[in-house]
């Protein structure tokens, strides 16, 4: 699909601008928090998903949405600025790539790794501790864990660092068998 890779290009694009600036200000932390609070927005509204990818809203009403938001939010100013250039420019539907190039550079000069874990059901404390504990030792830097229920898995882990995948999930070894039952 290239246009997922060209909004991603464009999200990665707005994300370096953003870091190098947050950084020469000083609000890296702060803005990687008002990123964060806009992710959790994006995945628990399917009004906000709409606005920002919906080409029914103009860039101005897109703005305005978007600036409200960073003003109830008390988005630091970088990111309430970054917000409205992307909305300025027609480009917030590459936000969601943008947050998560933001999230790989802001790790990257901190020296963890990003970890996306999915499992069918919401890892322990104890759970999400081994978790962190085994890919510290596989990766050898401290990892940053985002964690993901998806109980279409079924079971097992699926593990995410960059663009690695480690798939231990019954669905997959399922599928895996089912494959190898209509080859035989």
């Known amino acids: 699909m290239a246009d997922d890779s060209k909004t991603s290009n464009v999200g990665g694009r707005y994300a370096q601008a953003l870091f190098d600036l947050a950084t020469e200000d000083g609000n890296l932390a702060a803005v990687e928090a008002d990123l964060k609070a806009l992710k959790t927005m994006r995945a628990d509204s399917k009004d906000f998903r709409t606005l920002l990818a919906s080409p029914a809203f103009s860039a101005d009403e897109k703005g305005r949405a ?3 938001l960073g003003a109830k939010g008390k988005f630091n100013t970088t990111t309430k600025k970054f917000l409205g250039l992307m909305a300025a420019n027609g480009r917030l539907a590459a936000l969601p790539a943008a ?3 933001f999230e790989a550079l802001s790790a ?3 020296g963890v790794v990003a970890a996306t874990v999915t499992t ?3 890892l322990t404390a104890a759970q999400a501790k081994g978790v962190a504990a085994s890919l510290r030792t596989a990766l050898g830097k401290d990892p940053e864990i985002e964690t993901r229920v998806d109980p279409s898995i079924l079971g097992g882990i699926k593990v995410r ?3 690695r ?3 231990a999930s019954l669905r997959s070894k399922l599928d895996s068998l089912k494959f190898a039952l209509k080859r035989a």
């Open 66 to 68: 978007i600036a409200a």
């Open 120 to 122: 069918a059901v919401a």
């Open 165 to 167: 995948l480690f798939d």
């Open 108 to 110: 990257k000069s901190r």
């Open 161 to 163: 660092v960059g663009s």
């Open 99 to 101: 947050i998560t190039a």
